[in-house]
């Protein structure tokens, strides 16, 4: 005799929605009281401290005619002062027209790479199409920002600065953001003028100042009237600071270097054609 079949039992639903509410509370939370749906933002680390200083127009994406700077051996100088190899990596910042680009292109070979960088969209794509026109297929350019020079993360052995500090808006800002792209033995390159920066360069002492207020050691500081200026180079120390304990630096009067003066005789020793007049 065939038996009846038992009824099963439904299960029960345990911490479930009713169906009319679950399409409003699933952008709200979850059905059982979990953490809300809606991503949030991260949010932008800072504020950071301002410059106590002036800050130097962008007056030209040239410093200075290439010819002239090749018969003061500048670029060569600098690359051998920065210990410039075949296979590295390396970041041009305030690239311009491409002066240090080309010619590290060239040291780093086929198996390096060169990133060139600059914040003005019409001298970025000028220097795009002199790369393009001379196939340097080691070499990219990429547009950044006046506070972040938007580099990726543990990519280059050195970082290059030359005639460009002095023009940062936000050095704080700029130093703290491109810290985490250098690798563990990285160094940041700077060539510069000692003078005010409202003069277009920045003394040793306010260089140093700032590197260290964001975790920079300086490792060397030489003359080079060649680049008219100096050579110095920096290497990340310690952890990264957060942007609120950044402290401004100031230099006094006897910090600073005197005012330029006309600049006439620098200019033709070093034969610079896209400087102001002071």
């Not at 023009?167 to 000692?194: C, H, K, T």
């Amino acid at each position: 005799m065939p038996h009846a079949a038992s009824p099963r039992a439904t299960p029960r639903r345990v911490g479930t929605c009713s169906a009319g509410a679950s399409a409003l509370l699933v952008l709200l939370t979850a059905c059982d009281g979990g953490a809300p749906l809606i991503k949030r933002e991260p949010k932008e680390p800072g504020p950071f401290p301002v410059a106590d200083r002036p800050v130097a127009h962008i007056v030209s994406a040239r410093w200075s005619n290439e010819e002239a700077r090749d018969r003061l051996n500048e670029a060569e100088t600098v690359m051998a002062r920065a210990a410039i190899r075949p296979g590295m990596t390396v970041a041009d910042i305030g690239a311009g027209e491409g002066y240090y680009t080309i010619r590290l292109a060239q040291k780093v070979g086929d198996d390096g790479r060169v990133l060139a960088q600059d914040i003005v969209p019409a001298t970025r794509d000028m220097l795009a199409d002199r790369v393009a026109r001379g196939r340097l297929d080691n070499v990219s350019v990429k547009l950044g920002a006046p506070a972040d020079p938007k580099l990726p993360e543990a990519s280059f052995d050195r970082v290059f600065m030359v005639h460009m500090y002095h023009e940062i808006e936000q050095p704080y800002e700029f130093l703290w953001r491109m810290r985490p792209s250098l690798r563990p033995d990285g160094l940041v390159v700077v060539v510069d003028a000692n003078r005010r920066t409202a003069d277009h360069g920045t003394p040793p002492a306010l260089l140093r100042c700032e590197f260290a207020a964001v975790g920079y050691k300086m490792m060397t500081l030489t003359p080079m009237p060649s680049a008219g200026g100096y050579f110095a180079t920096f290497r990340t120390e310690g952890r990264r600071p957060e942007p609120e304990q950044i402290r401004s630096c100031r230099l006094d009067t006897s910090q600073q270097p005197a005012r330029a003066k006309t600049d006439a005789a620098a200019r033709r020793q070093h034969e610079v054609i896209d400087q102001p007049n002071f």
